[in-house]
């Protein structure tokens, strides 16, 4: 079954179930990907996020209902998730600018979000630099946490806190003081910190994340969590240079077009969601190569 099969039956099933419980893990295996890479792709390719789609199509149903029946407002909030008139009514105010009661009301405006569905896009010709390249087996080390998918949990939340208390407590300069020599396969420009994310499982709405250094024999890994990266092919997708207050923007690109662009026609799928941010320059200026670990659909 093809990409665009896969995310498509996940949004049948979601289509499905907006009147009861929708399981994220079992949304996620609808796309043959765990929770969190699925919700990633989702929203890199969207703009919005899995949870906030659910919810706008369940008031965009409620809406509906409201307006085509004379069942309760209770039961309506009930059937779309709700377990109270009053957190419904304040979640349906807010997407459609008037309370249940009002849409009711004969030419009142409400808002609907349409069913999404995944088709290959034909935009513009603009080239999207990339590399195959398979690696034999690497080690890496460094500070790890395990997030939770929905961002909940302990602080620091989300791998960018994450990245922001280790710059402000100077862990991510003594990780690079421990690095040692790059690995022969890496870049002489590359940064000593880098990072790495889903490179092992830990649960069905949590994932791994660690701000990492390349091991060699020269590394100093006393008090960090080293990693052994099995022998993978790369997809690799490298940015031009640019300066560090664009970096948001380039990293957010890339993402965005790997997920939407590259993977719905390449041929290939993820291999287990894992990947890295490889971050090099020089001379004022910045580059980010995005390694996605990947394997050729059969």
Same mark, same amino acid.
């Given at each position: 079954?093809?990409?665009?099969?896969?995310?498509?039956?996940?949004?049948?099933?979601?289509?499905?179930n907006l009147s009861g419980?929708?399981?994220?893990?079992?949304?996620?295996?609808?796309?043959?990907?765990?929770?969190?890479?699925?919700?990633?792709?989702?929203?890199?390719?969207?703009?919005?996020?899995?949870?906030e789609y659910i919810r706008r199509r369940r008031l965009t149903l409620a809406a509906i209902e409201l307006q085509n029946s004379d069942a309760k407002v209770i039961e309506i909030a009930l059937?779309?998730?709700?377990?109270?008139?009053?957190?419904?009514?304040?979640?349906?105010?807010?997407?459609?600018g008037v309370n249940p009661a009002m849409a009711r009301q004969e030419g009142i405006a409400l808002k609907a979000y349409p069913r999404l569905s995944f088709l290959i896009s034909i935009k513009g010709a603009e080239a999207m630099n990339y590399r195959i390249e398979t690696k034999e087996a *690497?080690?890496?080390?460094?500070? #790890?946490?395990?997030?939770? $998918?929905?961002?909940?949990?302990? &602080?620091? =939340?989300?791998p960018a806190k994450l990245w922001k208390q280790c710059h402000a407590n100077g862990e991510v300069e003594r990780l690079a003081a421990?690095?040692?020599?790059?690995?022969?396969?890496?870049?002489?420009?590359?940064?000593?910190?880098?990072?790495?994310?889903?490179?092992?499982?830990?649960?069905?709405?949590?994932?791994?994340?660690?701000?990492?250094? *390349?091991?060699?024999?020269?590394? #100093?890994?006393?008090?960090? $969590?080293?990693?052994?990266?099995? &022998?993978? =092919?790369?997809?690799?997708?490298?940015?031009?240079?640019?300066?560090?207050?664009?970096?948001?923007?380039?990293?957010?690109?890339?993402y965005r077009r790997f997920y939407s662009e590259w993977l719905p026609t390449a041929g290939y799928e993820q291999a287990d969601g894992m990947e890295f941010e490889i971050y090099?320059?020089?001379?004022?200026?910045?580059?980010?190569?995005?390694w996605f670990a990947v394997r050729k659909i059969a």
């Open positions: 079954m093809d990409w665009l099969a896969r995310m498509n039956r996940a949004m049948d099933y979601i289509e499905m419980e929708i399981e994220l893990t079992e949304v996620a295996r609808q796309a043959c990907c765990s929770s969190h890479e699925y919700q990633r792709m989702f929203s890199f390719i969207t703009n919005v996020t899995l949870a059937k779309y998730g709700y377990e109270s008139p009053v957190s419904f009514a304040r979640a349906f105010q807010l997407l459609h *690497f080690q890496v080390f460094g500070i #790890e946490k395990v997030f939770q $998918t929905n961002g909940g949990g302990e &602080a620091p =939340t989300t421990s690095a040692g020599d790059l690995p022969y396969f890496a870049s002489r420009d590359l940064y000593k910190v880098h990072a790495a994310c889903s490179y092992r499982k830990t649960g069905n709405d949590t994932f791994p994340y660690m701000l990492c250094a *390349f091991k060699s024999e020269s590394s #100093e890994t006393n008090g960090y $969590t080293i990693i052994t990266i099995p &022998a993978q =092919t790369w997809a690799i997708f490298p940015s031009d240079p640019f300066t560090g207050e664009e970096f948001d923007n380039i990293i957010e690109t890339l090099g320059g020089g001379n004022g200026l910045n580059y980010v190569e995005l």
